[in-house]
């Protein structure tokens, strides 16, 4: 199946379910290609462009009732049907849109209640989804 190639400016969305709160992916975050290729005069994105670097750094949350922010990691698991099987750019296989896939948020250092109780949230993984949204409606690859 051939979908639209993924490219600089192109962005990843995620959804978590409530009562998660992680501020830096509330909204959609722009992608950064390194791909050697230009999709509409911007570099395509290949595995490993996934995550923008802002994202690689631990992200703080939140999760009532625990409002005392906490930091986790965040991971996206994507499937065959987000890298392009056959096109290649030269650097590695291209990014496609397909479908939503696994997003996971790792606690780090947990988000409490707020003094005096002070309890520490006891769910260290979070799982959500994570879906590319593009501007694309020309390039494809498969």
């Known amino acids: 199946m051939q979908d639209f190639i993924i490219k600089t400016g192109d962005m990843i969305k995620f959804t978590f379910p409530p009562p998660t709160l992680i501020p830096p ?3 959609p ?3 950064i290609g390194k791909g050697a290729t230009f999709v509409m005069k911007m570099p ?3 595995v490993g462009d996934e995550l923008p670097p802002p994202l690689l750094a631990p992200l703080p949350y939140t999760s009532p009732p625990f409002v ?3 930091t986790g990691t965040l991971k996206v698991t994507l499937t065959a ?3 392009s099987a056959v096109a290649k750019d ?3 296989a291209y ?3 397909g479908t939503p896939f696994v997003a996971e948020f790792t606690v780090v250092k947990p988000a409490q209640m707020p003094p005096p109780a002070a309890v520490p949230d006891p769910l260290v993984k979070k799982v959500g989804t ?3 949204v593009t501007s694309n409606t020309v390039v494809k690859a498969g």
Request: include cysteine; aromatic fraction near 4%; hydrophobic fraction near 50%.
């Open 95 to 97: 990014l496609i849109k």
């Open 29 to 31: 975050v722009s992608l």
């Open 25 to 27: 992916i509330l909204a």
């Open 90 to 92: 030269k650097k590695g």
């Open 44 to 46: 395509a994105c290949i």
């Open 68 to 70: 005392v922010p906490g």
């Open 130 to 132: 994570a879906e590319f």
């Open 81 to 83: 049907k987000h890298k």
